[in-house]
């Protein structure tokens, strides 16, 4: 099947009475397939991260949350839904480590990698978990 982006306007005559159409097309398929491919490889890479048999958590510029697997719902006894859209560190992690897990998140927004960097998360009902 062929993809073709149409543009269409109004033909009219010399007194400006519409009598057709003209459209110009472009064939956009390949750029539809590549559209496809790259929704097809973000499916995948979300059923690795809901999956994953690690908690995974991810943060916007802001710290608020915006990745919360399976594994870290599991082990925090937070859904995704009650994660979402929070701050990580004010409201998930304790407080004796806000500044430590901070200063790693904003050095991470900057583009430098921090690795094995632990820390405990809070539960619902205010327990600790590593």
């Given amino acids: 099947m062929i993809q073709v982006l149409l543009n269409a306007t109004t033909r009219k005559d010399v007194t400006g009475i519409p009598v057709g159409v003209i459209g110009v097309g472009q064939d ?3 750029r539809k397939e590549i559209e ?3 929704v097809q490889v973000a499916q995948e890479l979300q059923a690795f ?3 994953a048999n690690a908690p995974i958590l ?3 510029s802001e710290g608020k949350v915006n990745v919360w697997n399976n594994k870290a719902a599991q082990i925090t006894g ?3 839904s009650e994660a979402v859209g929070r701050d990580l ?3 998930f992690v304790t407080e004796e480590y806000w500044s430590s897990v901070q200063g790693v998140l904003d050095l991470a927004l900057q583009g430098v990698e921090t690795a094995n960097f632990e820390f405990p998360l809070f539960t619902p009902d205010n327990r600790r978990v590593e």
Avoid: A, L, N, Y
């Fill in 49 to 51: 991260i809901d999956t």
């Fill in 89 to 91: 560190v004010r409201e």
């Fill in 36 to 38: 496809i491919q790259k």
């Fill in 58 to 60: 991810g943060i916007d």
């Fill in 28 to 30: 956009i398929t390949e």
């Fill in 78 to 80: 937070f859904s995704h």
